[in-house]
């Protein structure tokens, strides 16, 4: 009878044990620059990479994402600097160099293309990642008593 009792609360108990260990989802937040969290934490690029390791897929996706945000950066920041520092120069009262405010808005239209194929392979990436994880995730294990022709019974669903 102990036997049988303690088979009962073995089963009983399935239901709150996982083989795996619950993996938050990574969500992506747009506003003024597209930003990715987990669990509240906002990632950056190479810990994205990073993340994405276990899923070979969603990993592919973000190396080809990885290899766009470098350019991006670069180009981004440069142009950006470039536009800056003629616009601050003439707000003290010196003359516009155009010129140079020319190289920086080349150069941030140069990094348009890479930042843009970034958020693509990006969200590619994520969107995999999140969905191997619902696939890998915990499932739902039913146990029911019945009564049959033979009695009364215990029918377990996985």
């Given at each position: 009878?102990?036997?049988?009792?303690?088979?009962?609360k073995?089963?009983?108990?399935?239901?709150?044990?996982?083989?795996?260990?619950?993996?938050?989802?990574?969500?992506i937040?747009?506003?003024?620059?597209?930003?990715?969290?987990?669990?509240?934490?906002?990632?950056?690029?190479?810990?994205?990479?990073?993340?994405?390791?276990?899923?070979?897929?969603?990993?592919?996706?973000?190396?080809?994402?990885?290899?766009?945000?470098?350019?991006?950066?670069?180009?981004?920041?440069?142009?950006?600097?470039?536009?800056?520092?003629?616009l601050?120069?003439?707000?003290?009262?010196?003359?516009?160099?155009?010129?140079?405010?020319?190289i920086?808005?080349?150069?941030?239209?140069?990094?348009?293309?890479?930042?843009?194929?970034?958020?693509?392979?990006?969200?590619?990436?994520?969107?995999?990642?999140?969905?191997?994880?619902?696939?890998?995730?915990?499932?739902?294990?039913?146990?029911?008593?019945?009564?049959?022709?033979?009695?009364?019974?215990?029918?377990?669903?996985?």
């Amino acid at each position: 009878m102990k036997k049988i009792l303690f088979s009962l609360k073995l089963l009983l108990c399935v239901n709150f044990v996982f083989a795996q260990t619950p993996q938050d989802s990574i969500t992506i937040k747009k506003s003024l620059s597209t930003l990715y969290l987990q669990n509240g934490k906002i990632l950056k690029p190479k810990q994205l990479l990073e993340i994405t390791k276990t899923n070979p897929i969603a990993f592919e996706a973000m190396t080809k994402a990885k290899k766009n945000v470098v350019p991006a950066t670069i180009f981004g920041s440069i142009g950006g600097f470039f536009i800056g520092y003629p616009l601050g120069a003439a707000i003290s009262g010196a003359k516009m160099n155009w010129a140079l405010f020319g190289i920086g808005a080349g150069a941030t239209l140069i990094s348009l293309p890479f930042s843009v194929a970034y958020g693509k392979h990006a969200k590619t990436a994520i969107t995999t990642y999140n969905q191997g994880l619902q696939k890998t995730s915990y499932r739902k294990i039913d146990l029911e008593s019945t009564l049959g022709a033979n009695g009364v019974g215990l029918k377990l669903k996985f």
